[in-house]
């Protein structure tokens, strides 16, 4: 027997802040979490929808190790992107916070400290890498090297992006620090686990007993895990960009993202109803459904409800309608790649289009399999559905109601209905049933389907009864007609609330009426006699194909691009041609020696200099400039030993006197890295 429930907490995966938001995010997580609370909004339930922006981890560093800036600065600017992106589409969410927050901190801290004095976490010693030189261990991400499948160059620690294979750091070939440039080493350090393997029967028996309506995909995947048997997995990392570990000897470590995130739909909830959160996380009566994308299933269902069941007090999560992954032109979304079609950006070169984009990335939405958006079918959609359907018959019907009845809404003459006047009133009445039948299974494209088969109906039923045939013969009859279409109108802007909110309101605005009740769908009457409506204009236009070139012609510039690179990243990894052979007196006039870098810094207006101060071994330090600025941060190099040329003729740029030459070598990913030594030598020590 299924649950009654008293609300429903619905919640996003919470969007990376290392970047902004793209069409396969929408179509996964956003459009359909959006579309079922306005759902259950518009039948008068009690929910509450919770966003937020995922700000700690590896690749939020990276960033900003890239950009010569801090973390929070890069989740500050991609926070305000994302939150303004989301409004201007109309994801209406209740609150949309961030995990940067001072009450996700406390929560997370808090919960992860119940979790530790309740001895639901054990701690292990384990072997990573660490950097020698950077002086610190090394999240995947920070370590790249050569993959053992595809032999890719430039994989991760964690995954090869070229081949897809998951991958441990211990297999990669020839790893690298991508901080300093430095092989690893293995060391020991200490982290703090979450024991899923006890957890095995728990899950089991609440996931594949309990919970067999799941979509396949996920209940799949969760079987597949736990065929596998579960193993203890690391709540804690050796970080600096995160929540720190609140319990004695965890210095240097912060909470694992995918332990920290999750958190923040509790936190993001406390910090929007500070006097009740508790209601909406620990009452059975409160539904949680998480709305995510296939490569979240994991932690949703897995890693996340084992830490809310070993904690003791919350509800668990009672659907987790997860969506498989939308391609682009029939190539894989890779935001490494910049292929991907950018929310902010579609928002400003296509304005006014958000409906037209929730239509699309609905009917095409990956429900149950792995989809594609092209732009040539956004096109298509638009201007065959909702131009020439749905606008289409509300243009005809408003239009014609203005020049026969003057805008007023004609009686319906029911003592003379026909068998089609019947039909489309029965057609009309059902439409509530097959909508909410699917979405409460949560399957929103054919929701949506549905609605827009009752514009079908509308142009069908106006196009084979032909009232401007009947003016001057019958009027009546053109008085039931038009009747019949304004009311199947009406209906339309119930059907498809939750689906088109811009549309919808532009709707309700012609038709002169306020936002008609849910239970009323299907309603026959829901527009009265003499009903004055408002001024009809068109609710959709084409989209010519000078504007679908323009995006085309945008990809193909990405694609070429990244091939560019791609083929400038082979042609670096060459090995270069020998130089022409030199003999031993020639070679031996260079005098190569070993300094430390005592000072460096940026040149004044130039973007590409870098001063250096050495300690040569001699009473007065040198001076050397470098163009490796763009490749290095100067406070990186402070400290280190570099090879240079002593004996190259000074010579003065930009007004200094440079004194030599830094050696440097290109690394894998084309940056200019100073040569050093592996061990500290004595300044002045010569290369021989």
């Not at 209740?94 to 400290?113: E, G, L, N, P, V």
């Not at 160059?153 to 995954?159: E, F, K, R, T, V």
């Not at 296939?294 to 309608?321: E, Q, R, S, W």
């Not at 050397?624 to 010579?651: M, T, W, Y």
Request: charged fraction near 25%; proline fraction near 6%; include cysteine.
């Amino acid at each position: 027997m299924t649950k009654k429930f008293s609300r429903t907490l619905v919640t996003t995966a919470l969007p990376y802040a290392n970047g902004g938001i793209h069409i396969g995010h929408l179509a996964g997580v956003y459009i359909p979490a959006d579309i079922y609370v306005r759902y259950l909004r518009a039948r008068h339930q009690d929910v509450l929808f919770i966003g937020g922006s995922d700000e700690h981890g590896v690749p939020i560093t990276l960033l900003a190790k890239k950009e010569h800036t801090t973390p929070q600065h890069i989740v500050d600017r991609y926070h305000k992107l994302i939150k303004e992106s989301f409004e201007e589409f109309g994801i209406d969410f209740d609150i949309y916070s961030r995990t940067t927050s001072d009450i996700h901190r406390q929560m997370a801290s808090d919960f992860f400290r119940h979790l530790y004095n309740a001895g639901k976490l054990t701690e292990q010693t384990t072997q990573q890498y660490y950097d020698p030189e950077a002086k610190q261990f090394l999240a995947d991400r920070y370590i790249t090297g050569e993959c053992p499948h595809c032999h890719n160059l430039n994989a991760y620690g964690d995954q090869c992006e070229k081949c897809g294979k998951d991958l441990d750091p211990t297999q990669l070939i020839n790893p690298k620090s991508t901080i300093s440039g430095a092989q690893p080493v293995l060391k020991e350090t200490k982290n703090w686990y979450l024991p899923l393997n006890e957890y095995q029967s728990f899950l089991e028996q609440w996931i594949l007993e309990q919970h067999t309506e799941w979509r396949p995909n996920v209940y799949g995947q969760c079987k597949s895990w736990l065929n596998m048997q579960l193993q203890p997995r690391a709540m804690t990392r050796d970080l600096d960009w995160g929540i720190p570990v609140p319990v004695e000897g965890a210095e240097g470590k912060v909470l694992y993202v995918w332990f920290d995130a999750p958190i923040g739909y509790i936190s993001n909830t406390k910090e929007l109803r500070p006097d009740d959160w508790e209601t909406w996380w620990k009452d059975d009566s409160t539904r949680l459904v998480h709305f995510i994308g296939k490569d979240n299933i994991v932690f949703h269902c897995i890693v996340f409800p084992t830490m809310l069941h070993a904690h003791g007090d919350y509800i668990l999560p009672d659907a987790v309608p997860a969506n498989e992954f939308l391609n682009l032109e029939n190539d894989k979304i890779s935001t490494s790649r910049n292929w991907a079609v950018w929310l902010h950006e579609y928002l400003r070169e296509l304005p006014g289009k958000q409906d037209t984009l929730r239509y699309v990335l609905t009917a095409n939405a990956p429900e149950t399999k792995d989809n594609n958006f092209t732009w040539h079918d956004f096109q298509d959609r638009h201007n065959n559905e909702l131009v020439a359907v749905y606008g289409n018959f509300v243009n005809r019907a408003l239009q014609l109601t203005k020049k026969y009845f003057q805008g007023k809404v004609p009686p319906l003459h029911a003592d003379t209905l026909t068998d089609s006047d019947q039909q489309a009133l029965q057609e009309m009445s059902t439409v509530k049933e097959r909508i909410e039948e699917l979405m409460d299974q949560f399957k929103l494209r054919e929701a949506q389907f549905e609605a827009m088969s009752l514009a079908r109906l509308g142009n069908r039923y106006i196009t084979e009864n032909e009232p401007w045939k009947h003016w001057k013969t019958d009027p009546q009859r053109v008085e039931t007609i038009l009747n019949i279409c304004l009311q199947i109108t009406a209906n339309l802007s119930i059907a498809f609330r939750p689906f088109l909110p811009f549309s919808t309101k532009h709707l309700l605005e012609m038709l002169a009426i306020d936002t008609p009740d849910w239970q009323r769908l299907g309603d026959s009457n829901l527009l009265p006699e003499g009903h004055q409506l408002g001024e009809p204009a068109l609710l959709f236009e084409k989209i010519d194909d000078d504007t679908i070139q323009l995006q085309l012609d945008k990809l193909a510039a990405i694609r070429k691009e990244h091939e560019q690179k791609a083929a400038q990243t082979a042609e670096a990894n060459e090995p270069k041609p020998i130089a022409p052979v030199v003999d031993f007196d020639t070679f031996a006039k260079i005098d190569i020696r070993v300094a430390t870098v005592k000072e460096c810094c940026k040149v004044e207006k130039s973007n590409k200099l870098l001063h250096f101060t050495l300690d040569d071994g001699t009473p007065q330090p040198r001076t050397i400039l470098s163009g490796i600025a763009k490749h290095c941060r100067p406070e990186d190099l402070i400290g280190k030993q570099v090879l240079f040329v002593a004996n190259l003729a000074p010579r003065k740029i930009m007004g200094i006197e440079s004194q030599g030459m830094i050696l440097s070598a290109e690394s894998a990913d084309g940056r200019l890295v100073p040569l050093t030594t592996t061990d500290n030598v004595a300044p002045g020590s010569q290369v021989g």
